[in-house]
Structure formats: structure tokens, C-alpha cells
Nanobody, 125 residues
């Protein structure tokens, strides 16, 4: 079993920054990647950022590319999403996830089987 517990999120004005955290515990033997997804009301869940574990290679989806950064603290078994220059369209519930990926598919939803509880991010103008 793998457990992911999130913290962070909240409300921020346009142009502001937020940091999301996710602590991973349990048996991660069958996982080699951590990722952040988000889902706005009425829309499909979309990939935001992913990082390979180990190795540290990262991949960013279109929504936050150039503004968001994923980081891993292996010692603390935590993954972070640093979000800068927030926009109203960033408003969503954000989820961290653990999964097994190959050479591609770092942000494919079907590759992730363990999920955090989600946290709301609201960006207002």
C-alpha cells in the first residue's frame, strides 16, 4: 500500500505563488514516478508535472510549463509543486499521485494508481 498526504493550497490572487506538498509513505516498490494532476469542475483531470523516482527526470504538461516546478526531497519522501505567476485558469483541485511509467506516459492518468486526497487551489483576479 502507498499513501500520499497533501498539504498546501488555498486562495491566491493572480500573479501570486503557492507551494503544494505531498508526503509519500508505504511500500513504493511498484512505483517509479510521482506526479501532480489537477481537475477543474466539469473538466477532465489533467497532468501538471511529473518526476521519475529515482533519476529525477521531470516532465511538464502545458498548463504550468514555465510557471510551475516539481521537486523531490527523497530523504523526506516528499514531492512538491511550486506554482508561480498563478492565473485564474489554475483554479482546480490538485492531486499528487504515485505510479509506474515507462519511457513515456509520465502524465498518463492510467499509469497512476495511488492518489492523495486533493487540495483546492483558487486563483482570483
Amino acid at each position: 500500500q502507498v499513501q500520499l498526504v497533501q498539504s498546501g493550497g488555498g486562495s491566491m490572487q493572480v500573479g501570486g505563488s503557492l507551494r503544494l506538498s505531498c508526503v509519500v509513505s508505504g511500500n513504493t516498490y511498484n512505483t517509479n514516478a510521482l506526479a501532480w494532476f489537477r481537475q477543474a469542475p466539469g473538466l477532465e483531470r489533467e497532468g501538471v508535472a511529473a518526476i521519475r523516482t529515482p533519476g529525477g527526470g521531470t516532465w511538464y504538461g502545458d498548463p504550468g510549463r514555465g510557471r510551475f516546478t516539481i521537486a523531490l526531497d527523497a530523504a523526506k519522501k516528499s514531492v512538491f509543486l511550486n506554482m508561480n505567476n498563478l492565473k485564474p485558469e489554475d483554479t482546480a483541485v490538485y492531486y499528487c499521485a504515485a505510479g509506474q511509467v515507462g519511457d513515456s506516459g509520465l502524465l498518463e492518468l492510467s499509469n497512476y494508481h495511488y492518489w492523495g486526497q486533493g487540495t483546492q487551489v483558487t486563483v482570483s483576479s
